[in-house]
């Protein structure tokens, strides 16, 4: 058949220039390996406006030793009678039982305080917290820049913050900036090139800080005012008051919590939380959850990391349409030679000619985009779909998007073709068609980046339809088929669209 005699001569043709075919497989690979060593870890992750604040929790926790020995009591109490009844419950057991629950109760707070520092953190508006495992993870992340600061809780954190107290025995925590960390066994680590952040970090943590350990400390002193020893150390500032009968000096220590009480009526003095210190509501949603951080990637390349879901895919579109210059010197350079002329003397239809150059050009722009995802797999790390799905099934969905691209890119690339009679035109309408396309579509820049109505614009163009369908696959754990089906029938659309016009405009014969 004559077509496929101009097919084979056309690839003959490419084939006896191997450098520009390595060229044109390498260009994108080295754009693409350049990019994804130099772009951050959070290129390619959906954007959060909060802010985020690092920490490591080290704290193991502390329980007072008289709450401790209270509760052991408790427990040891629950040891059953061997007199017990058979089939019910002991009285003595079940009262032993409602005594342990009643002490665990008591023990403040439930959980390490670190914990509760995170939770009020998270419980902020516009605060994400990010949890890092180790110290040693959180020196490195500081060291190389990735984080301005990380809050870091010690071992010993619970127990300093139990013994804070306003009390000439406790723990004076506070100093004139606020909280104190390195009494506390807390620090914050901090990037000295990124000062700035670190101090946003800081101050709120400090605030945080602030809100969790003054009200705990108000509680505990309000606590006292009701106890013997306080109301023995008030009789002997009182003239006569040692005086005072024991009955006496407890109704007179309810009377100064009561009386307290009542002077400040906006406060519950007694409350050890910020809440309920300040008689807030406190949050039922229960703030948003800490997130865990995870290296974004292995190795020199990062291998696996986000970022390569989104440059490969791309970076094979941008390039596909590229190979616009390739056919657009191809027809103008045998224009102006006459090899176009004598073609048409011969008996063969327009049809015929034009598919005859174009086909090889299309299989070569599909070896291309194969070539990227091939080595986007096995070098950067990259899916091809989700993990559930079998290598196969992930072959077989993105096969069309490729061939429904380089498609629509020989379209492209002959409607340039078509419009341009000197090779220097063809370098001009092509770069600049291809980089503004790119540029639109979002090949330069995540469309999630861009404003809404580009995002609108970007499906205007044929690479807009292509990234989208991309996206499906190799980024959306559940994609949407339907999505892709349609991205791929508006790619042959576009190229069938292009090649119609481009059939009105060509000529064959000068």
């Known amino acids: 058949m004559a077509m496929w005699t101009i097919a084979k001569k056309e690839w003959r043709l490419l084939l006896r220039d191997p450098r520009a075919g390595i060229i044109l497989l390498a260009m994108p690979f080295i754009f693409i390996l350049v990019l994804g060593l130099s772009l951050g870890e959070g290129f390619g992750q959906k954007p959060d406006e909060r ?6 929790d080290l704290d193991q926790g502390y329980v007072e030793p008289v709450a401790l020995l209270k509760g052991t009591v408790a427990r040891f109490a629950q040891t059953p009678c061997p007199d ?10 079940l009262a032993a039982l409602t005594l342990a629950r009643a002490q665990e109760a008591l023990v403040f707070p439930q959980e390490t305080w670190a914990k509760v520092v995170q939770r009020d953190l998270a419980e902020t508006a516009g605060i994400r917290v ?9 020196d490195r992340l500081v060291t190389s820049s990735k984080r301005a600061a990380i809050l870091v809780f010690g071992p010993e954190f619970s127990k300093q913050v139990q013994a804070s107290s306003f009390l000439a025995e406790g723990l004076n925590p506070f100093y004139r900036d606020g909280v104190k960390l390195a009494e506390l066994d807390a620090e914050l680590l901090k990037d000295p090139t990124q000062l700035t952040a670190a101090s946003i970090s800081e101050q709120v943590a400090q605030v945080s800080l602030l809100r969790v350990i003054l009200p705990w400390m108000i509680g505990r002193a309000f606590e006292k005012l009701g106890q013997p020893s306080f109301m023995s150390m008030l009789a002997e500032e009182v003239p006569g008051g040692k005086y005072l009968p024991r009955e006496m000096k407890a109704s007179l220590g309810s009377g100064v919590q009561a009386s307290l009480k009542r002077l400040f009526p906006k406060y519950e003095l007694t409350g050890k939380t910020w809440a309920a210190l300040t008689k807030s509501e406190p949050k039922t949603e229960g703030g948003a959850l800490a997130s865990v951080y995870h290296e974004d990637g292995l190795g020199p390349l990062k291998r696996g990391a986000i970022r390569y879901q989104l440059l490969v895919p791309s970076y094979t579109v941008m390039f596909a349409f590229f190979l616009v210059l390739t056919v657009g010197w191809l027809f103008v350079s045998e224009r102006r030679q006459g090899t176009l002329k004598r073609l048409r003397a011969a008996p063969l239809s327009r049809s015929q000619i034009l598919l005859g150059k174009l086909l090889p050009c299309f299989v070569l722009s599909v070896c291309q985009g194969l070539f990227l995802l091939g080595a986007g797999k096995l070098v950067f790390g990259m899916k091809w779909g989700p993990e559930q799905w079998s290598l196969a099934k992930q072959v077989v969905l993105i096969l069309p998007v490729v061939l429904a691209s380089s498609w629509a890119a020989m379209g492209l690339a002959l409607l340039i073709a078509s419009l341009a009679r000197t090779e220097t035109q063809v370098a001009i309408y092509g770069t600049l068609l291809v980089l503004v396309l790119a540029g639109v579509s979002g090949c330069l820049m995540p469309s999630e980046l861009m404003p809404e109505l580009m995002r609108q614009v970007s499906l ?5 339809w292509a990234l989208d369908a991309y996206k499906q696959l190799l980024l959306n754990p559940t994609p949407d088929l339907g999505r892709i089906g349609e991205g791929c029938l508006v790619l042959l659309g576009f190229g069938g669209g292009f090649l119609g016009v481009a059939w009105s405009f060509l000529r064959l014969d000068g």
């Open 51 to 56: 802010m985020r604040v690092s920490l490591v």
């Open 460 to 464: 205007t163009t044929p690479q807009g």
């Open 84 to 93: 017990a009844m058979p089939f019910a419950l002991d009285p003595r057991a």
């Open 130 to 138: 990010e949890v890092i495992a180790t110290r040693e993870e959180a």
